[in-house]
């Protein structure tokens, strides 16, 4: 079974930068359209960025202008570049895959930001 990988969560202070990867366990599985997701403790889950085959990108207001959301052209692989991190950005962010009408979700990756 073909599962969603992340990396690169961590503690970093505020202002500073991470950049999280997401990846298909099978590097032959694509999707056709992935995005990120985070849930900090006592919220419900939240879209971050979303983007799509065809290179459709879409951003929550609150990290518009902060976050970057890339692909592979493969559409195996996505990166969230986050820049100017802020403490309200702490939580477990998930990366998410859909393949046709089944959608897969990684384990989670934990980014906080505290000084």
């Known amino acids: 079974q073909v599962q969603l990988v992340e990396s690169g969560g961590g503690l970093v202070q505020p202002g500073e930068s991470l950049r999280l990867s997401c990846a298909a366990s099978a590097s032959i599985f694509s999707f056709t359209a992935m995005a990120w997701y985070r849930q900090a403790p006592g919220k419900q889950r939240e879209l971050v960025a979303s983007?799509?085959?065809?290179?459709?990108?879409n951003y929550a207001d609150s990290v518009n202008g902060r976050f970057t959301i890339s692909r592979n052209k493969a559409m195996t692989t996505t990166t969230l570049q986050m820049n100017s991190l802020k403490p309200e950005d702490t939580a477990v962010y998930f990366c998410r895959g859909i393949r046709g009408s089944i959608e897969y979700w990684g384990q989670g990756t934990q980014v906080t930001v505290s000084s």
């Open positions: 983007i799509s085959g065809g290179g459709t990108l």
